[in-house]
């Protein structure tokens, strides 16, 4: 049975609406193995929706505006990329998507991958204690957590939550062998 937390926000794909959608499959290289590819990944991200925001010689803070879309858009990316690689079961015939739609006021990423139920049980075990807390308190005890552990679940989450104002929505779908395939969004204002 599909399960939603938070609100999904349907993706448009239209005259007016800028989109970038990129896929990983696993091939050569294990996916788990690809880490510098994600940041990679993460700053063309960040650079492509730079271009939508322009420099203006006589406004410097259009050079601030931009390094701190980019710099918001790489991190949210790269974080969602890593959580899909560290987690993705090769088992679901399916690859690893990201799609960035920069909208009229609010840039949208959405990343699907498959996983194991194992992981997914306990990828919702932090959804439902995260609807359930307080953002600042949670991060403030996962980085007391990590501190004492070699664990660093849910700080990214925490981050986007925390510095970029993210609204975070997730829709878990059964899929073949007993797997799931996982939608993480993260919608930030502009």
């Not at 690809?34 to 050079?63: C, H, I, K, M, Q």
Request: with cysteine; glycine share 6%; proline share 4%.
């Amino acid at each position: 049975m599909t399960q939603d937390f938070g609100k999904l926000k349907d993706l448009h794909h239209a005259t007016g609406t800028e989109s970038l959608n990129l896929s990983f499959w696993p091939g050569y290289v294990p996916l788990q193995q690809r880490w510098r590819n994600n940041g990679l990944s993460a700053d063309f991200l960040g650079d492509y929706v730079t271009t939508f925001f322009p420099l203006d010689d006589e406004d410097p803070s259009t050079r601030n505006r931009q390094a701190e879309i980019r710099g918001a858009v790489s991190y949210i990316a790269n974080e969602l990329l890593e959580n899909a690689m560290k987690f993705h079961d090769t088992s679901v015939s399916e690859p690893i998507n990201i799609s960035l739609s920069l909208e009229q006021d609010c840039i949208v990423f959405q990343e699907s991958n498959g996983a194991s139920a194992e992981s997914t049980e306990r990828y919702r075990q932090f959804i439902e204690k995260l609807s359930e807390s307080d953002p600042g308190e949670l991060y403030l005890q996962q980085l007391e957590e990590n501190a004492l552990t070699d664990s660093s679940a849910g700080l990214g989450y925490l981050t986007m939550i925390n510095d970029y104002a993210a609204e975070l929505a997730w829709r878990f779908e059964p899929a073949d062998n007993g797997s799931f395939r996982v939608i993480s969004q993260v919608t930030i204002k502009l």
